[in-house]
């Protein structure tokens, strides 16, 4: 039987795995929404407006899951890791308090405004909003960033008698790994916006909508993706030498290297032995791993026998890491093929349709991985260096937390599964929309009826 440990370590996991979904996209759709209705401003284009009605709808639903799974993300700081307040809160409760002052708030006020405001105040007003509340969707990720880049790696505070004291904020929230993160975090944000965008846009398209509205914010995701994803790539790799700064045996873990060597292989793929500290089966390439995170062919990185007992579980981070590059270069081909396409045809093929509805959601795939790369490989440590995860944990029965674990779990099911097939039913239904004016205030949306059969066209 799992106990209470690793069954906290399981519930909070689900916990962020679900909650971080929303703000993934968030994040980035209001910037895009931004984009949408300043192009209406000064195109007075009703095609914009279409775009930005539509995907508001959108950013309104996820906008509200995410408040709701992030409040119960937060619960578990008292009910399953309480030494973690104990320990750090005089640090991670003010940039909580701050995220939640500069962000939340902001969010939610002006929410309301560009959902049904654009007939009930000034046009520079809903433009407004739509910025702030855009800027305040950034805003929540540079707080929850800063504390997390912070437990990654701590600085600017002192231990008093085991408790964690500030003694420089711009230190902490400026974290060494911090600005990496930020815009790690950013930039998979946009992509995952990017082919949530071009996949419901393309099935859209796939079933027969021939209005601009789905043709042109398929160009504006696909376009932004093949833009975004090589400067992603860059930032990795900024991030990554970063890691390897501040903590080797993440890295180690990431590439599979046991033992400390120069000119490191690259490991493609393998079956991580840990009993054994071994690779089975593995599929390398010499050197490329040390000419990747050293910039020499025979740079010397560190192996996981030099951090026995200190080092994450090899095979999550191992695998994860592969999975979060792997969509990533599939990414790459497909908003490289797809805007190659658009550029020369002005359309996409039916394949290449159907291929972007199948990666609408690749962008939470990636990111899932790439947290869990980050967030397993922290491990022993819950703030690295400075407690470790066992000593966080809660007294209470494992069969406590596996009751509320079970329920989680139901729950979260229930919800990414109904949230799923609205955004489906809502491009569904956006097909049998008329095409309208949208500058002339109080026309309904009509439902568009079918042409009988001999009718003039």
Same mark, same amino acid.
């Not at 950034?138 to 600017?156: D, E, Y």
């Not at 260096?385 to 937390?401: C, F, H, M, P, Y």
């Given at each position: 039987?799992?106990?209470?440990?690793?069954?906290?370590?399981?519930?909070?996991?689900?916990?962020?795995?679900?909650?971080?979904?929303?703000?993934?996209?968030?994040?980035?759709?209001? *910037?895009?929404?931004?984009?949408?209705?300043?192009?209406?401003?000064?195109?007075?284009?009703?095609?914009?407006?279409?775009?930005?009605?539509?995907?508001?709808?959108?950013?309104?639903?996820?906008?509200?899951?995410?408040?709701?799974? $992030?409040?119960?993300?937060?619960?578990?700081?008292?009910?399953?890791?309480?030494?973690?307040?104990?320990?750090?809160?005089?640090? @991670?409760?003010?940039?909580?308090? =701050?995220?939640?002052?500069?962000?939340?708030?902001?969010?939610?006020?002006?929410?309301?405004?560009?959902?049904?405001?654009?007939?009930?105040?000034?046009?520079?007003?809903?433009?407004?909003?739509?910025?702030?509340?855009?800027?305040?969707?950034?805003?929540?990720?540079?707080?929850?960033?800063?504390?997390?880049?912070?437990?990654?790696?701590?600085?600017?505070?002192?231990?008093?008698?085991?408790?964690?004291?500030?003694?420089? *904020?711009?230190?902490?929230?400026?974290?060494?790994?911090?600005? =990496?993160?930020?815009?790690?975090?950013?930039?998979?944000?946009?992509?995952?916006?990017?082919?949530?965008?071009?996949?419901?846009?393309?099935?859209?398209?796939?079933?027969?909508?021939?209005?601009?509205?789905?043709?042109?914010?398929?160009?504006?995701?696909?376009?932004?993706?093949?833009?975004?994803?090589?400067?992603?790539?860059?930032?990795?790799?900024?991030?990554?030498?970063?890691?390897?700064?501040?903590?080797?045996?993440?890295? @180690?873990?990431?590439?599979?290297? #046991?033992?400390?060597?120069?000119?490191?292989?690259?490991?493609?793929?393998?079956?991580?032995?840990?009993?054994?500290?071994?690779?089975?089966?593995?599929?390398?390439?010499?050197?490329?791993?040390?000419?990747?995170?050293?910039?020499?062919?025979?740079?010397?990185?560190? $192996?996981?026998?030099?951090? /026995?007992?200190?080092?994450?579980?090899?095979?999550?981070?191992?695998?994860?890491?592969?999975?979060?590059?792997?969509? $990533?270069?599939?990414?790459?081909?497909?908003?490289? #093929?797809?805007?190659?396409?658009?550029?020369?045809?002005?359309?996409?093929?039916?394949?290449?349709?159907?291929?972007?509805?199948?990666?609408?959601?690749?962008?939470?795939?990636?990111?899932?991985? %790439?947290?869990?790369?980050?967030?397993?490989?922290?491990?022993?440590?819950?703030?690295?260096?400075?407690?470790?995860?066992?000593?966080?944990?809660?007294?209470?029965?494992?069969?406590?937390?596996?009751?509320?674990?079970?329920? =989680?779990?139901?729950?979260?099911?229930?919800?990414?599964?109904?949230?799923?097939?609205?955004?489906?039913?809502?491009?569904?239904?956006?097909?049998?929309?008329?095409?309208?004016?949208?500058?002339?205030? %109080?026309?309904? /949306?009509?439902?568009?009826?079918?042409?009988?059969?001999?009718?003039?066209?």
């Amino acid at each position: 039987m799992l106990d209470t440990l690793m069954l906290s370590r399981i519930q909070f996991a689900a916990n962020i795995s679900f909650h971080i979904l929303f703000p993934t996209i968030t994040i980035a759709l209001g *910037w895009l929404l931004f984009y949408f209705k300043i192009r209406f401003d000064f195109s007075k284009h009703p095609i914009w407006m279409r775009a930005y009605r539509f995907w508001v709808k959108v950013f309104a639903l996820t906008f509200a899951l995410g408040v709701v799974s $992030g409040i119960t993300m937060s619960f578990q700081f008292g009910t399953n890791w309480p030494g973690f307040m104990e320990t750090v809160g005089n640090i @991670a409760g003010p940039l909580l308090a =701050y995220e939640i002052l500069t962000a939340f708030f902001l969010e939610a006020t002006l929410l309301g405004i560009m959902l049904f405001g654009f007939q009930r105040v000034p046009g520079w007003a809903h433009t407004g909003a739509t910025f702030l509340v855009a800027l305040a969707t950034t805003l929540s990720a540079f707080w929850i960033l800063a504390l997390n880049s912070w437990m990654q790696t701590p600085v600017g505070f002192e231990m008093r008698d085991g408790v964690a004291h500030a003694t420089d *904020w711009l230190a902490i929230i400026f974290s060494p790994s911090f600005p =990496y993160r930020l815009g790690h975090m950013l930039l998979a944000s946009a992509l995952t916006v990017c082919f949530l965008v071009a996949g419901l846009s393309a099935y859209r398209l796939l079933r027969g909508d021939q209005k601009k509205a789905p043709k042109i914010t398929l160009k504006t995701a696909l376009f932004s993706a093949a833009l975004l994803v090589p400067l992603q790539i860059f930032v990795g790799d900024l991030h990554g030498l970063n890691t390897l700064e501040h903590q080797p045996q993440k890295i @180690a873990a990431m590439e599979g290297i #046991w033992e400390t060597q120069q000119g490191a292989p690259l490991v493609l793929f393998a079956i991580p032995d840990e009993e054994n500290r071994q690779n089975r089966f593995a599929l390398e390439i010499p050197k490329l791993a040390s000419l990747i995170l050293t910039h020499q062919l025979d740079g010397e990185l560190k $192996g996981l026998n030099e951090f /026995e007992g200190e080092h994450p579980p090899v095979a999550p981070v191992f695998y994860s890491f592969r999975v979060m590059v792997g969509i $990533g270069m599939l990414m790459l081909l497909m908003a490289w #093929w797809c805007s190659a396409r658009l550029y020369r045809h002005d359309s996409l093929t039916p394949l290449q349709l159907k291929l972007l509805v199948g990666m609408t959601f690749s962008g939470w795939v990636a990111t899932l991985a %790439g947290w869990y790369v980050t967030e397993i490989g922290r491990q022993p440590y819950l703030v690295y260096g400075v407690l470790k995860t066992r000593d966080a944990v809660t007294t209470i029965a494992s069969e406590q937390v596996a009751i509320t674990l079970s329920l =989680y779990l139901l729950l979260y099911a229930v919800l990414l599964f109904a949230y799923i097939k609205t955004l489906f039913v809502l491009a569904r239904k956006a097909v049998d929309v008329e095409e309208y004016d949208l500058t002339r205030p %109080g026309l309904p /949306e009509r439902k568009a009826n079918p042409m009988p059969e001999g009718a003039p066209v």
